[in-house]
């Protein structure tokens, strides 16, 4: 819509400002890593942060959540929401296809209620990379190095001032209430463009083909050998999904009271990975081994939700890659299936590349 400039002590009184009407959360530091959590300060804010170790998700998808609550007596029977005004500040690119497509999932069909309330109360403010935030990234191969919708805001370091792309009606409005920028001049968008050329050489492209390639490569991969090498090694863990910025899976359970008069309905995060995650009625387990299981996963990554939602479910962020105790990398295991295909030598398996 427009490119406005922020100073970097202005960003300061945006974000305490903004406090005064919104829940703000953004990348802290915490033990020598980084999580989103809320912004009580200005000084909390780490914008110039390498990589969280949960995806903001957390904040539209909930770990646990209650849905409901419930009366057995009277058959009363009371929604629950809980989705209070927030920014999500400091996204990285990757995050922000991530929310592209779960906004698409959970909009789709029956249309979850729960997310929809949190998604419409949240304004997205987002921020360039220009470095790679982890050996892992691979996020130039999948083409979310970048991103030019989803966002109510985005960022640009300039060193001493901020480029901010307003992407929204409502980050216009934010912006105006509660920050002091100005219009962009013609010197400010040339140093933009001296910013943005000057990123891409730093961020390798990791996969040895192109990404549209990918859902057919995993179309043709269903019956590869690597899948039971990793299912060999993988310790069914669910660390990859748990991190995953992209991954939606869920177990609903009903939670009574001792008098069985009482009770609430909770969502959880459940993990495709976790050994008991296909067992159904009768004992019977339809994805019984961790090789199906790691199969199952990245044809979701690689094919079922572009063919389902027209996005790729993986976004290059490397989080599954760093918290993989067995060493199974997304890079390692689409370069394989790729070399696997075409005949050549793959990379070793295991390594960061």
Partial sequence: MSLRVISMDAMGRFVASSRSEYRVVGPKPLHGQYIFGDVESPDDLHLNYTQTVIPPKKYLFPQREELLRFKSGDGEIEPVFDAPPTILLG???CDL???RLLDRVFSSG???QHYRRRRDNTLVISIECLRPCSRHSFCKSMGTLSATDAFDLHLTDLGAEYTVDVGSEAGEALLAKHAKTRRATD????RLNTALAQKWPHFPYRLDFDVSELPSL????YNSPLWKDLGERCLACGSCTNVCP?????????EVDFALSAGRRVRIWDSCQLDEFATIAGGHNFRKTRAERQRHRF?????????AFGLLGCVGCGRCAQA?????????TFNTLHHERSGGAARPKGGAA
């Fill in 187 to 190: 010197d400010d968008y040339q």
């Fill in 299 to 307: 044809l979701r990554k690689g094919q079922y939700q572009t063919d």
């Fill in 110 to 112: 029956h249309v979850d």
């Fill in 218 to 221: 995993m179309r043709t991969s």
């Fill in 97 to 99: 296809h991530a929310i």
């Fill in 246 to 254: 992209t991954c939606y899976c869920f177990n609903v359970q009903d």
């Fill in 324 to 332: 993989c105790l067995a060493h199974i990398t997304p890079v390692d």
């Fill in 91 to 93: 996204l990285h690119t």
